[in-house]
């Protein structure tokens, strides 16, 4: 049974009697008496349709929106004769009007995204011979950002097909206004265009909007080259630091430690499913809550590893390294055990989801942006502890000479304890920095191990200084050879580069004074 009845003489009646249409700007008494005419005049009414679409009020659109999809439907009925009604048929061109027309109706009003999206992809196969208002004013409402960029990549792409000369030039400035791939890949094709050898103007334009996209690009492409070196090299940084204190101290190469880092992760785990429980509220909060509870824990269990173990092992070199390792796959299996193997699932705060564009292809986003802050306040609190504090003169002492500073008072057993518990808290502050953009699994931290050792001897062991200058140089030298080379070849490189280096500078790029051979 059909739903929607409408007759055409009672709603001329009744819009007549609601309304002066000699005012209006659309006459709705006039494209209703249409509705039911031939098809000619049903062309007519999905032409209009289409235009409250793009130039109508909400109200406007509201009321079309239920004609066009009556009409579609079939749902719609005539009786303007009295001898019964029918509904009108749309012929095969009638129909895809009314559809365009619907569909262009759908993205002005409908609250859906989806939806919006679906009609979207309708209009944009004839987007050239639809009104350029639609576009405009639906980019102008849109509230989803990947959305509103579809629509304007449209708009602009019907502007670029306009056989109207001035519109050309004005679509390729706007596009050239956002120099980036996708503008690229639309002004490109126009370089083969009849109109650039037959319009000066027009090839003026495309001309200027080619050097001032290719010039973005580049722009774009170098400042996301040392964005994403300086979010890598923040990485490295946090997961060296710990163990260039533990190294540069103590001289135990510690396999263990980036599990310590993998240990920090599951902990801010654990601090977010605690607040999702007990403070749904703070949740959003997680990760700046869980920087004490991260750091004290991965700290008391390097402290307990210390005690148990290392501190009988430090004039064994090859045994601590075994027992490390041993550490290492215990601690993997364990978490395996209790956690499974599977990644862990983390909220991700508002604070670091999105970006920002800034030119060309380059987006500064928020995620990459809380890993390299992060290890910035990082380095500013370990600098400040080991330079303005006891415990780190102490350990500068030790790590200087252990020998010479047992003789002068210092604990060098507790130093080695409290720095073992540093290095390791350090570490699993690496594993929350990584965990909203990182995969969190057991074996996590076997992919930074080898590379926190090879920013450690090569910055030179036990300097903060050092770490730094080496993370900076292999986070930035493995983003410019990976896109060429790929990942595991750009390991490769670097690790060649370092050997090369060191067979020059044995002591790397800070030694430290005096350091006890």
Same mark, same amino acid.
């Given at each position: 049974?059909?739903?929607?009845?409408?007759?055409?003489?009672?709603?001329?009646?009744?819009?007549?009697? #609601?309304?002066?249409?000699?005012?209006?700007?659309?006459?709705?008494?006039?494209?209703?008496?249409?509705?039911?005419?031939?098809?000619?005049?049903?062309?007519?009414?999905?032409?209009?349709?289409?235009?409250?679409?793009?130039?109508?009020?909400?109200?406007?659109?509201?009321?079309?929106?239920?004609?066009?999809?009556?009409?579609?439907?079939?749902?719609?009925?005539?009786?303007?004769?009295?001898?019964?009604?029918?509904?009108?048929?749309?012929?095969?061109?009638?129909?895809?009007?009314?559809?365009?027309?619907?569909?262009?109706?759908?993205?002005?009003?409908?609250?859906?995204?989806?939806?919006?999206?679906?009609?979207?992809?309708?209009?944009?196969?004839?987007?050239?011979?639809?009104?350029?208002?639609?576009?405009?004013?639906?980019?102008?409402?849109?509230?989803?950002?990947?959305?509103?960029?579809?629509?304007?990549?449209?708009?602009?792409?019907?502007?670029?097909?306009?056989?109207?000369?001035?519109?050309?030039?004005?679509?390729?400035?706007?596009?050239?206004?956002?120099?980036?791939?996708?503008?690229?890949?639309?002004?490109?094709? @126009?370089?083969?265009?009849?109109?650039?050898?037959?319009?000066?103007?027009?090839?003026?334009?495309?001309?200027?909007?080619?050097?001032?996209?290719?010039?973005?690009?580049?722009?774009?492409? #170098?400042?996301?080259?040392?964005?994403?070196?300086?979010?890598?090299?923040?990485?490295?940084?946090?997961?060296?630091?710990?163990?260039?204190?533990?190294?540069?101290?103590?001289?135990?190469?510690?396999?263990?430690?980036?599990?310590?880092?993998?240990?920090?992760?599951?902990?801010?785990? @654990?601090?977010?499913?605690?607040?999702?429980?007990?403070?749904?509220? @703070?949740?959003?909060?997680?990760?700046?809550?869980?920087?004490?509870?991260?750091?004290?824990?991965?700290?008391?269990?390097?402290?307990?590893?210390?005690?148990?173990?290392?501190?009988?092992?430090?004039?064994?070199?090859?045994?601590?390294?075994?027992?490390?390792?041993?550490?290492?796959?215990?601690?993997?299996?364990?978490?395996?055990?209790?956690?499974?193997?599977?990644?862990?699932?983390?909220? #991700?705060?508002?604070?670091?989801?999105?970006?920002?564009?800034?030119?060309?292809?380059?987006?500064?986003?928020?995620?990459?942006?809380?890993?390299?802050?992060?290890?910035?306040?990082?380095?500013?609190?370990?600098?400040?502890?080991?330079?303005?504090?006891?415990?780190?003169?102490?350990?500068?002492?030790?790590?200087?000479?252990?020998?010479?500073?047992?003789?002068?008072?210092?604990?060098?057993?507790?130093?080695?304890?409290?720095?073992?518990?540093?290095?390791?808290?350090?570490?699993?502050?690496?594993?929350?920095?990584?965990?909203?953009?990182?995969?969190?699994?057991?074996?996590?931290?076997?992919?930074?191990?080898?590379?926190?050792?090879?920013?450690?001897?090569?910055?030179?062991?036990?300097?903060?200084?050092?770490?730094?200058?080496?993370?900076?140089?292999?986070?930035?030298?493995?983003?410019?050879?990976?896109?060429?080379?790929?990942?595991?070849?750009?390991?490769?490189?670097?690790?060649?580069?370092?050997?090369?280096?060191?067979?020059?500078?044995?002591?790397?790029?800070?030694?430290?004074?005096?350091?006890?051979?």
């Amino acid at each position: 049974m059909r739903w929607l009845c409408i007759i055409v003489t009672c709603l001329v009646a009744a819009f007549a009697g #609601t309304r002066s249409w000699a005012t209006e700007a659309i006459d709705r008494a006039d494209l209703v008496s249409k509705v039911c005419g031939d098809a000619a005049s049903m062309g007519e009414v999905g032409r209009a349709l289409i235009r409250i679409a793009a130039e109508g009020s909400p109200e406007d659109r509201n009321w079309a929106a239920t004609i066009v999809r009556a009409a579609i439907d079939r749902k719609l009925s005539c009786d303007a004769t009295g001898a019964g009604s029918r509904s009108p048929l749309l012929s095969l061109k009638n129909r895809a009007t009314f559809e365009t027309a619907d569909a262009a109706l759908v993205l002005r009003g409908s609250p859906d995204p989806a939806r919006r999206s679906s009609a979207l992809r309708t209009l944009e196969r004839q987007a050239a011979n639809l009104p350029e208002q639609l576009f405009d004013a639906a980019n102008h409402d849109e509230t989803d950002p990947g959305l509103k960029a579809q629509i304007s990549a449209v708009a602009q792409g019907a502007a670029l097909n306009s056989s109207d000369p001035a519109k050309r030039i004005a679509a390729v400035g706007r596009i050239a206004a956002n120099p980036d791939r996708r503008a690229l890949a639309l002004v490109t094709p @126009l370089l083969n265009d009849p109109a650039y050898a037959a319009n000066p103007e027009f090839k003026r334009a495309v001309d200027a909007a080619s050097a001032a996209i290719h010039r973005g690009i580049t722009i774009g492409d #170098t400042l996301a080259t040392i964005y994403n070196g300086l979010s890598f090299a923040s990485i490295l940084f946090m997961a060296a630091i710990g163990l260039a204190v533990i190294f540069g101290l103590m001289g135990v190469i510690n396999l263990a430690q980036g599990e310590f880092i993998m240990l920090g992760a599951y902990v801010a785990w @654990l601090v977010q499913e605690a607040l999702r429980h007990l403070a749904p509220a @703070l949740v959003e909060w997680y990760l700046i809550i869980a920087v004490p509870v991260v750091f004290l824990v991965t700290a008391a269990i390097g402290v307990v590893l210390e005690t148990i173990l290392l501190r009988h092992l430090y004039r064994r070199p090859l045994m601590s390294l075994l027992a490390t390792w041993a550490v290492s796959l215990f601690l993997i299996n364990l978490v395996r055990v209790t956690f499974g193997t599977q990644n862990l699932q983390f909220v #991700t705060p508002s604070y670091i989801t999105g970006g920002v564009p800034v030119i060309g292809d380059f987006i500064f986003t928020w995620n990459r942006m809380f890993a390299i802050a992060f290890a910035i306040v990082t380095l500013v609190l370990t600098w400040g502890l080991m330079q303005l504090t006891p415990l780190g003169l102490n350990i500068r002492a030790v790590t200087q000479n252990r020998t010479m500073a047992g003789c002068i008072g210092i604990a060098v057993r507790r130093v080695d304890m409290l720095a073992f518990g540093l290095g390791s808290g350090l570490a699993g502050l690496a594993g929350l920095a990584l965990a909203p953009i990182y995969s969190v699994n057991p074996q996590m931290g076997q992919n930074f191990i080898i590379d926190s050792f090879m920013v450690v001897v090569l910055g030179g062991v036990g300097t903060i200084a050092g770490t730094i200058v080496a993370a900076l140089g292999i986070g930035q030298i493995n983003v410019l050879i990976e896109p060429v080379w790929g990942a595991v070849a750009a390991k490769v490189i670097v690790l060649l580069m370092i050997i090369g280096f060191l067979q020059w500078r044995p002591e790397g790029l800070f030694a430290v004074r005096g350091r006890r051979k």
